[in-house]
Each structure stands twice: as C-alpha cells, then as structure tokens.
C-alpha cells in the first residue's frame, strides 16, 4: 500500500494532510526518515511510525450502537441528525454506514460499519437472521392476535409476513408489553404488522440482530466495538 493512502486510511487527515506530514519529516518506515509519499508498505513486514507512534492500518470496523429515538439511521442528512453525527471524529476516516434502518423514532441495537459484504449477508432476505424487538402496543394484546402475529400478517394488502416469535414477558399480565423476534425487515415492519391486528406500536426498541445483543452498558447515543465473539457470532447469523 502506498504510504499516503495507509496514513490516510487511519486517520491522519486528507492526502493534501498527509504529504505535508511526511514532508516534515514526522514519518519513519522501520526507523528510518522518509519524504515520498508514494513509497510503497508492506504491512506485514514494515513498521510506520508517525511522531514516533506506530501506525496500525485496520480495514474494518464494527460498532455497535444504542440508538437514540429523534436520529435517522443513515450517514447524511441536509436537516437532521444521523446516527453516523453522533460518532467521534477519530471514526470519520472509516467511511462508517448504518447496517440497516431503524426509525427515527425506534431506539436499540444498530450496527455500524464499513464492511459492505457482512452488512449486505445481514441484511439478505435469504439469510433470515433474527432481529428482536422489545415492542409496547397500545392495546393489550388477545391470544388470536398472537396466533396471528407468528404465523404471519398481511401487511398493508400487499405482503404477508413471515412467521414471527412473540414471547410474553413474565411479569407481564396485560400483554402491552412483548418481546417480537422477525426474520425480514420490511419498511416499518412491526409498525405494520402491528395494525395488521388492529393495535398501534408506542414504544419500539430493538435488542438483537443475530446472536449479538445490545450491550445493557450503552447510554442512548453511546456506541462501542464489537468484541471478537460478537464478530464472530454475526458472521455466523
Ligand atoms: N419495525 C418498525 O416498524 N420499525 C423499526 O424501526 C424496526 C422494525
């Protein structure tokens, strides 16, 4: 790789940034000085350094968020807030996009990343990874429409859903409250399938995707990486 793209790539600023950085002398390949910013790295074998910290080029990066409700899931917006406006600038240089979208009103478990060939198997209708949902519903709900719920709605006339999981939480008597895990994500799905059987979705919040939960630790609008064994258990969803 070439040196100005590698310092690029992990943050050091634009290509413009970057040959005055090396221009000045800041940069060392394996201890050694040097002024070409197309001199060539290999990362196996070669050391960078910059002011004397080493440099590690990653390529992916995996977050996970707790998204906030009042943010849109996606990366840019001329009026409002992103979810991808609410990482630290040390993040920008990634590229980082939402895998996914939750609604601006939907809170919980959003993955963040660059890797467009794992946010794409997620997403893949064929791969029918499972996202669970914690949903409050206005009405409490009658066991036909849970009947109804798992075995599938149609959704605004024009699709019927997939068969779903509604687990009732244990200290829950009037069922309003309910645990909903689907395995497609549809435009406002839930909201959808929801009105399917006459209620309304006034609280959504999402708590997994795949194997992986939301970290309870996380604040609204707090992010973090994703450790190895959540990676993993995702590419294996
Ligand atoms: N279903 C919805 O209706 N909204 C979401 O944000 C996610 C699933």
């Known amino acids: 790789m070439r040196l100005d793209k590698l310092l690029s790539h992990t943050g050091f600023g634009s290509r413009k940034d970057v040959k005055k950085l090396i221009k000045s002398g800041a940069v060392r390949i394996n201890e050694q000085a040097v002024k070409n910013s197309d001199s060539q790295i290999d990362l ?8 004397g910290e080493r440099v590690v080029y990653r390529e ?14 996606a990366t840019e917006d001329a009026r409002q807030k992103t979810v991808v406006d609410l990482l630290d600038e040390g993040c920008g240089h990634f ?4 895998v996914g979208r939750l609604d601006k009103d939907t809170e919980g478990l959003l993955l963040l990343t660059n890797d467009g060939v794992l946010a794409h198997q997620l997403l893949s209708p064929k791969k029918h990874v ?11 709900l009658e066991e036909v429409d849970i009947d109804q ?12 859903t997939k068969p779903a999981k509604v687990e009732k939480l244990h200290n829950e008597n009037s069922l309003t409250e309910i645990h909903l895990t689907i395995t ?12 399917a059987v006459q209620n309304e979705v006034i609280f959504l919040k999402r ?23 959540e990676l993993e258990l995702l590419q294996g969803s």
């Open 44 to 51: 196996e074998m070669e050391t960078v350094t910059v002011h």
């Open 60 to 73: 992916f990066i995996y977050l996970m968020m707790n998204k906030p409700p009042g943010v849109l899931s």
């Open 95 to 98: 590229d980082l996009f939402p």
């Open 130 to 140: 499972a996202k669970t949902y914690l949903v409050r519903l206005k009405k409490p």
């Open 149 to 160: 719920l798992e075995s599938g709605v149609w959704i605004d006339e024009e699709y019927k």
């Open 184 to 195: 497609e994500g549809k435009f406002h799905q839930i909201k959808r399938m929801a009105k």
């Open 207 to 229: 708590l997994s995707m795949g194997n992986v939960k939301l970290d309870p630790m996380l604040g609204k609008g707090d992010y973090r990486e994703l450790t190895q064994k």
